[in-house]
Each structure stands twice: as C-alpha cells, then as structure tokens.
C-alpha cells in the first residue's frame, strides 16, 4: 500500500509539473491516470484521473465583431451617418477607443487580429488572392504564429468563426484543400467554422463553406441574404455550447462581409436612407467633423483635411449623374446598419442566455477604412481590381437595361459607392482603405464592454493601439501567456501589447511605444507620438493602371511627419522643419521592415500591378474532367477568360439538349457555354459592361459530338482582347472576338462548374433558369493552356 501511495503522490507531482510547462508549451501533456494497474484487477487501485483545470472559473467568453470596408466617421455612435445601435449598445456598456488601428487591408488585418503578429509576420503583405513567394507576402499562415483560436482551444475554450475568412491561399480553396489553412486547419484550430473564404461575395448567392464542405448555393429570390444567414449559424452554435458544455467558455470571431463590395441588401434597407446623402460627400464631411467634435469623439483642435485634388467635389458630378451616386451611397448605407442589426441578434442571444455579464465583447468597427475601390461609382466592383478603366456613363445604361436605380443592391449588380462617399467615411483624416501612410485607411472605432469588470465610460481612450492587440488583451484578461511552442513549432512573439491597463483608466499612460503600418507600398511608421509616413505608388480612387508605376521606386517617395499629440487628423506635415525626426523615424521602419519580412517595399504589388500571371492560380496547365466537378473556386480553376486555352468536351447531344456546359465567374462577370433552343452560344461577361455573345448558326445534331472553343489572347499591354473560335466535330460554326479580357479573374467567391452554372449565374439568357443543368451526358471536359511562345507565363514553366 505504501508502495501505491508513493506512486500516486509522483504522479501528482508530475501533473503539476506538466501544469507549469503548459503556458510555454502547447497542447498540454495527457493528464495521467489517477488508477494503479496489477496484473489482475484484484491486485489494482481504481481511482479515476482529475480532469485538468486549466482556466480560472470565472473565465470570460469572448465575442470579437469586425465590419468590413467601413471608414472610422460613418457610425452614428461617434457621429457619423449611418445608424449602429448594436456599436451604441456596446460602447455604452463599456468603453471605447478613438485611436486603434488596422492594417489598411482585408487579410493584413485579420492575420493580424487573430495572431496577435504584425501582418507580415503572418504572411499577410497582401490580401490572399495576390500572394506571392516572398515571405512576408505568401498568404501562407506559418506554424510559428499561432491563432487565438489555436491557444485558447488548448485551454478548454470552445472556438468558432463566422463570415468572412480571407486567410486562406486562394488556389487552396476547393473541395479537396489541402485544410491546413482552412479556418478549422490545423495551423489555425478553429472548432467550427461558417461562411466564405475569399475576400469578398455576393450576399444573394455566396458559395458557402461548413468547416471543410462546400454548400450548395441559395438565392435571393427565397428572400436569402448571407448576412442573416451567418448570424442564425453563430446563434445556434451559442445555444449548442450553452445546453451541452455550459462550464466551458468560448470565442467567437464574426465578421461579415459587410460592407464590402459588392453592396447586397434588401430594397427597404437601402430606402431607409433615402435623401440623406443628397447634398453630397463634402457636406456630409462637414457634418461628420462638426458632430464628432460636439460629441467629444475627436480633440477640440481637430483640423478637417482637405479633399485631394485627384478626388472629384460633389459639385464636379454633373446634375444628371447624380441620383446615380446617391443611390450608391444609400445602398450601402443600408448595407452597413443591416449588418451592424445582425450583430445585436447576439448581443440579445447572450441576454437570452444569461451570459452577457461575463462575455468580454471587442467591436472592431473595420478591418480597413472606407473603400475607394467603387472609383468613379461602379455597377461591377472587380474592374478596379483588373486595372480596367471604364467612363460612369457605361456603368448608368447598363444600369438602365437591369432595371434602373432599383437594380442596385440586387442580385443583378455588383455595385459600389463613389469613392468621394469612402473619403467622406474616413472624416477627418486624408485616405482611404488602401493607404497605410494615413489614417482613413488604418484608423478604426473599438468599443469594448464587459459588464462583470468594466465599468462603463464615454471618456474615449485615446492611447495609440492596433488590432495586434486584441489577442495580447485577451490572454492578460484569462491569465495566461503566449506559447513559446504549439505542436512542436518554436513561435514567434507576439507585436501586440495588453491594453488591459486602459479599461479602467482614460488617461492611462500610453504602453504602445511603436507600430509600423505598409500596404503595397504605401507605408508609415509611429512611435512615441510621432508618425512619418510615404503614400506610395497608388491611388485607390483613380482608375486603371498608370504606366509611370512599373517604373517607381520606393527611394523616390516623398515622406512626410506628423506630431500626432497636438495633430490627431495628420493635418500638418512637419517633415521640413523637423528632418532629423524625420530621418530618425525612417531609420526605425527600415528597422522594424527588416524583422517583419516587410521588404521588398511593394511587394504586395507584385502580383497586383507588375505581374498578374503570377497571382495564385492552380498550377496545372492541362485539366481533365467530368461533369460532377462543379464549385470550384475560380482561383483554384482553370483562367479561361485570361489565358489562351483549348476546351475540348465529349459530350452525347439529344434532340432536345439544353443547359450550361461550363461556366465560369458570375453575373457580374465571368465566361459560359450553353446550349439553348438547339444552338451553341458562348458568352463573354466582361464585368456586366461589355457582354461578347457569340452564336452558333446552325443548331448541333444529335449523338455523339466532340466540342472545342479556342480562345486565343492577343496584345502586350494589361489587358488583351480574346479571340473565340467554337467547333463541332472538327466544324468551324462561330468565331468573335472579345475586345477586353480579365487580366486578373472575374469574381473573388464565385465558381467554374463543369454542366451547370452554380452561385451566381454568368447570363441574362438564363439568368431565371440557373443553375441550368446540361440534360445530356458530358463524357469528359478538358482543358489545355495555349500560351504563345512569348507569354511570360509559358517562359515560366
């Protein structure tokens, strides 16, 4: 017996050795057995081990809320125009903070949020769907940088996610994975995940992914809006938690796509803001400005500043042009309280549950600021993506022919505002999303309750932080330390500091000493109150490509310095009469661009500007097959509307054959070939402004046939014309030519589907018909790249 006794006491003592490692190490050891085993059970010691208590019991659940696309003036909670009573609730029950920052970018940011690492420590230089293969721009989640979810999971939280993803490499998001850097992936570790991993999505008809399985599509025409439908999801996952392990907490990260492009929502939604926005975007600035001063929000000697000469003035827009652009704004308005309504069904759910008092909630009003993406006011948002330069008269008669005004919002536009609106969303600083030399792109409303332990205070914070700071905040508030190692993989530290400090206390003193920002060029550094800063090669707001920026350097950029204790806005550059500041703030970016993996300067550009046939993409140049493949996400398909390629289809016609035989994209642009009233015809959708229809003459007959298109790519600059030849059985039936190619893809979420057009459908012809199954039998579906000899793409193999 004493023998026994002494065995058990060791394995205690090792328990409780394990338990002090398990803070620098994770996953925690197996907890041993409490029982001693004989050779028979006579000669054996039940007693069952202790369940490790790994978290204090009061522990919080932790819910993180971020928008998408919103600029820090539009919530009405800090004096902006859009209505946000959940953002209200939240920031009435607790606290907020007036200068907390982003990374100007989609994926920057939320690597960053979910890490607690700045962005390009995560790989994150640039969003997913233009990664490249320098380091810090892979868009590959490195083992060294665990996810809160990771940690916490380790613990005993329970962990899930909502919405918009955007962390995952574009060409690794079909069916088949590989799941390492899926939300639920090992390298990320979230329990259950709900939503749509690329950057963007419609809202009427997302392609949906459960954890690993890819959802068929829903349309809006069952009164279907993802927005809703997420939110339904993270609320029956609370209930599920709360009946079946109720003394477990947990996090949940829900971020929508709202409100990013395209704006999607209901008519009603959009009408609520009717004349709201008529007297334009400078007045609007106006108005914000003096509403955040009379509330407190902004410092009394806030300067407004002013608008970029490169940005068109309300009264630039003609008079007929007009209603166009109010529309826009009133959409997305609509767009964003829509999506701000949705997050206080879990606010009222954790009322309904009882949890509220212990549930530490973080609103990060957006991942970035305002987008100028929508440019001069678009009905097809990804035409700035693909450089491709459009007059708004184009945008307003292809408006006209889908129904009108009325049309925007719906399933049939990818609309986005003026990016005068997004200028205006980011009063009273200069920028936009995009830019990271400037606050309108990186600044950010945060408000935080926590009702069990902060005591609610409209005195803003004003301590300079960072989203990298959320998870840091986090493990102060459980008590625990980040990992020195999880899964074996020694981890990087955190950037990210506490701000725990502030909860209590408004005029704490400022921990962050210094925080770099960079996005595709356009970059900053702040520190000790000062911040210097370069806007870089783009202007988000002005279409197209200029060439001049193939030839830019970042040695050639003009810094500028800003004192941010007594200039909150960055109004009045000081880099001429303080160069030694200056200089001596550069020399710290070089510093800390070097320990993030921050150079090449622009590289984010890489894959964006210079080189589009680098962008990810499946690296096969032959595809083989059959008519069950179907949802495969663009950038892990074949790029039929960019290369030159060969579709070679087996197929067996009837004399009644009808339906999709491939498509690729959406409405609001992709590529199709179908069959209908007995005719082949092949579409080109270049972005719902130019539609190349190219028709057979002469109608298929029935049996076995071999189908080819030809589709030939031709010219040096960005983008290409696409000559289309159709054949049947070796016969020549139709040939066109389509005047502007998609350098870089047609949608970001949308689909290539083999005998069916899922998601979004590609056409007006069958646009009420969708999916629009091939009735017939496709025996094999084959694709090869034809890239001429000079393509730098073909160079490259």
């Known amino acids: 017996m004493n023998r026994i006794m002494i065995t058990v006491a060791m394995l205690a003592v090792a328990s409780a050795s394990a338990s002090a490692l398990a803070q620098e190490r994770l996953p925690f050891p197996p907890v041993p057995s409490g029982s001693t085993a004989g050779r028979t059970i006579e000669q054996s010691m039940y007693k069952p081990r202790a369940q490790a208590q790994r978290l204090p019991k009061d522990a919080p659940n932790i819910l993180v809320i971020m928008l998408d696309d919103v600029g820090p003036a539009l919530p009405n909670t800090y004096g902006g125009d859009i209505t946000s009573s959940t953002l209200t609730r939240v920031a009435s029950a607790g606290i907020s903070f007036n200068r907390f920052h982003n990374a100007a970018m989609c994926s920057p940011t939320r690597a960053s949020l979910l890490t607690g690492r700045n962005h390009h420590r995560v790989a994150f230089g640039q969003i997913a769907e233009l990664a490249n293969d320098w380091d810090g721009y892979t868009g590959m989640w490195p083992p060294t940088t665990a996810s809160v979810a990771k940690v916490l999971g380790s613990y005993g939280y329970a962990t899930s996610a909502f919405g918009k993803w955007h962390n995952t490499p574009a060409s690794q998001t079909s069916s088949v994975g590989p799941y390492d850097r899926w939300p639920t992936g090992r390298l990320v570790g979230f329990d259950y995940f709900y939503g749509f991993l690329a950057g963007e999505s419609s809202q009427w008809e997302p392609a949906v992914v459960e954890n690993t399985v890819r959802l068929a599509g829903s349309s809006n025409r069952h009164g279907y809006h993802f927005t809703e439908d997420m939110t339904g999801k993270a609320i029956k996952w609370m209930r599920q938690e709360r009946a079946l392990t109720p003394e477990r907490p947990f996090l949940m990260y829900w971020a929508p796509g709202a409100a990013h492009g395209p704006h999607h929502i209901f008519k009603e939604w959009a009408d609520k803001y009717k004349g709201k926005f008529d007297d334009g975007w400078d007045a609007m600035r106006d108005r914000i400005f003096a509403r955040q001063k009379e509330l407190g929000w902004i410092p009394a000697n806030t300067e407004l500043t002013p608008r970029p000469p490169t940005l068109a003035g309300w009264t630039d827009i003609p008079e007929e042009e007009k209603p166009f652009q109010r529309r826009l704004m009133e959409v997305f308005a609509g767009y964003v309280e829509h999506a701000d309504t949705q997050a206080g069904r879990l606010l009222d759910e954790l009322d309904h549950l009882g949890i509220r008092d212990n549930t530490l909630i973080f609103y990060v009003w957006g991942d970035n600021g305002s987008s100028a993406e929508g440019q001069h006011g678009t009905i097809s948002e990804l035409l700035a993506q693909n450089g491709i330069a459009t007059e708004i008269e184009d945008h307003i008669r292809a408006l006209n022919e889908l129904g009108g005004l009325d049309a925007l919002g719906g399933p049939k536009t990818d609309n986005m505002y003026h990016a005068g609106w997004a200028w205006a969303g980011s009063t009273p600083h200069q920028g ?33 932080h960072h989203v990298n700071d959320i998870v840091p905040t986090i493990y102060d508030v459980i008590g625990i330390k980040a990992p020195q190692a999880v899964d074996g993989v020694s981890q990087d530290p955190l950037d990210g ?32 109150g000062f911040i210097a800063s370069a806007f870089g090669p783009r202007i988000p707001w002005v279409p197209g490509i200029d060439p001049s920026i193939l030839k830019w350097s970042p040695d050639t950029d003009t810094w500028e310095l800003y004192d941010l204790r007594s200039d909150y806005s960055q109004a009045r550059d000081l880099a001429k009469q303080q160069p030694k500041k200056l200089a001596e703030l550069k020399k710290a970016f070089d510093g800390a661009a070097r320990a993030n993996k921050v150079y090449p300067i622009g590289g984010g550009l890489w894959s964006a500007v210079f080189h589009p046939e680098y962008a990810p993409q499946n690296p096969a140049t032959e595809f083989h097959y059959t008519q069950d493949v179907t949802m495969v996400p663009e950038f892990a398909a074949p790029k039929l509307g960019a290369r030159s390629n060969r579709v070679t289809i087996d197929v067996d016609l009837k004399l009644d054959s009808a339906g999709v035989l491939y498509a690729l994209g959406g409405f609001s642009g992709g590529l199709a070939l179908w069959i209908q009233d007995g005719k082949l015809i092949y579409e080109y959708n270049l972005f719902e402004l130019e539609r190349t229809r190219i028709e057979a003459a002469i109608p298929v007959s029935f049996g076995k046939a071999t189908i080819e298109v030809d589709s ?86």
């Open 712 to 797: 030939r790519a031709a010219g040096t600059g960005h983008v290409k014309t696409m000559d289309v030849t159709i054949r049947i059985n070796g016969q020549e039936l139709a040939t066109g030519r389509v005047p502007r190619n998609a350098p870089l893809g047609f949608t970001a979420n949308d689909a290539f589907d083999v005998g069916m057009d899922s998601y979004s459908p590609v056409s007006l012809a069958y646009f009420d018909r969708a999916p629009f199954k091939f009735n017939g039998k496709i025996n094999s579906f084959e694709v090869r790249y034809q890239d001429p000899a000079g393509d730098p793409i073909a160079r490259r193999k």
């Open 432 to 464: 936009t999303k995009l830019i990271a030399s400037h606050f309108g792109g990186s600044r950010t409303p945060l408000a935080v309750s926590w009702p069990k332990s902060i005591t609610p205070d409209k005195a803003p914070r004003t301590q300079f």
């Open 497 to 528: 500091i506490s701000m725990k400090y502030a909860f209590a206390a408004a005029a704490a003193p400022e921990r962050k000493k210094s925080q770099y920002f960079e996005v595709m060029g356009s970059r900053g550094l702040y520190q000790d």
